[in-house]
């Protein structure tokens, strides 16, 4: 295992001694620590099964850890319940490998979807959205590659790659201090695995907004990370640069050679 | 060697049992309930000779013209009775039916939404018709209460059902943005299963058409009560006319549906 990566800053993110047991007993994340830097791509690599997708949906609270602490900008989300809960959900993005559009609603309504943390139910039945959320979806649109014709387009009408940059949308339009993403690649083709990873590079830059991907394609995470996290059987066996990623760092990972 | 790998295979597509067995029990309770009940060719045959006096006596339809006033009256409280039902129906049953569905709604509220499902679907909507003649007194109000009951059985029933077969996953991502709950139902719910429920209130107002034709004879309003007479004063040309417009009625609420559905694709 290398060295722990030094904080330059304060960590937006800090996981500690994050443990999640769907039958008790059989912990599928045995007490992760980490902590995230409030910048740059940090890729989870690590096989199917191995608790890369709990660990980011107990981030968010999508699962509901069995212990330990979750620490966004010091604030305890494994603790809270309720609004808080909403309140702090608010400030956490989120990319999803199937996208999760709601597929008939527009691509204008799934952006604004971004904003329900902060509208009433009446007020989103109505779609009367601020008009400066509005002007500001028109903006990411064209941010993401899509303009703004797409505006009016129903979610199914798209295909894979656009549907995942309208999730990126999505997610952005939060203004999060954080973007989770959950293996945005896996249903996309190689080309557009790229691009959307170069999306999202970019967005970690332009924007200054830290994203955790969990991704299966290492030289993606390679390419595009500026910290990797590789984990196996529920712990974190390797963390640092992608440059420090050996071969047998990724045989301790996945297990064996052959495939490589 | 390849015979015992061969017999040691599962079958392909194996017998189901309980299943063949059930349809065999099913064909032999038929059979025997036929036979129980005197149904014979000879007795289809004498059947058919009178139905076929009937119908020589119903042409031509009557269209006197106050028979047709009295129809007209009849025809119009039926569609009365039939919008307003519907309309409180669904707007009874939207609600209910999400408080049935199991992947929204905590286990206590369920299941008492689907105990009182239940009880509205106990009965056929004739029965609870002469209950609420008997609560309200007789017209349309009795009729409207009574196939208000029904549509909530029928349509929050099968709205539960398509809510619980809803996709989790964008429901999940809209609730990973911090919305609230009511908030997830309208951006998230709402939109996959709305479609849905529009079909089933549109095939639920063509159900209540109908059974609004039915609730009259038992003193709850609209054209049931004149058909009912008329059949008792054999009046056949009287009967046939309310029959067709009724037909007419129902076909045009067809196409009418048809486009709707199309419209909420």
Known sequence: MSAPRPMLAEPVLSVRALRKEYQPGKPVLKDISLDFAPEGVTAIIGPSGTGKSTLIRCINRLVDPTAGDILLKGENLARLTGRDLRNARRRIGMVFQEYNLVERLSVMENILSGRLGYVSPWRAFLRKFPQADIDRAFALLDAVGLGSDFATRRADKLSGGQRQRVGIARAIMQEPALILADEPTSSLDPKTSVEIMELMGEIAKTRAIPIIINIHNVELAKRYASRIVGMTGGNVVFDGPPEALEKHHLSEIYGGEDWQ | ?265
Not at chain 2, 70 to 83: D, N, Y
Not at chain 2, 124 to 151: E, M, N, Q
Not at chain 2, 216 to 245: K, S
């Open chain 2, 1 to 265: 060697m390849t015979s015992t790998t061969q017999t040691s295979r599962p079958q392909a597509f194996p017998v189901n049992w309980p299943a063949r067995l059930g349809w065999i029990a099913l064909t032999l309770y038929a059979l025997y309930a036929a036979s129980t009940l005197d149904i014979s060719w000879a007795r289809l045959v004498r059947g058919i000779d009178q139905g076929a006096t009937l119908l020589a006596r119903m042409f031509p339809p009557n269209t006197a013209e106050d028979k047709l006033e009295l129809i007209a009256t009849g025809i119009f409280e039926s569609l009365q009775i039939a919008v307003l039902a519907t309309f409180f129906g669904i707007l009874l049953s939207l609600p209910l039916g999400f408080a049935a569905a199991r992947n929204l709604a905590p286990g206590w509220l369920s299941t008492a939404a689907r105990g009182l499902i239940a009880v509205c679907r106990s009965f056929h909507p004739v029965i609870v018709s002469i209950l609420f003649v008997k609560a309200v007194g007789f017209g349309a109000l009795a009729g409207i209460l009574a196939l208000i009951v029904s549509t909530m059985g029928f349509v929050a029933k099968l709205f539960a059902e398509v809510v619980e077969e809803l996709d989790p996953k964008p429901v999940e991502a809209v609730r990973a943005t911090g919305a609230s709950f009511l908030n997830v139902l309208v951006m998230a719910v709402m939109p996959q299963v709305m479609a849905r429920f529009v079909g089933l209130t549109v095939y639920q107002f063509d159900s209540n058409l109908r059974n609004s034709t039915m609730v009259g004879i038992v003193g709850g309003g609209g054209i049931g009560a004149p058909l009912f007479t008329a059949y008792q004063r054999f009046d056949y040309d009287v009967v046939l006319t309310i029959l067709l417009i009724i037909i007419a009625l129902i076909m045009l609420c067809e196409f009418a549906s048809a486009r709707i559905r199309r419209v909420f694709q």
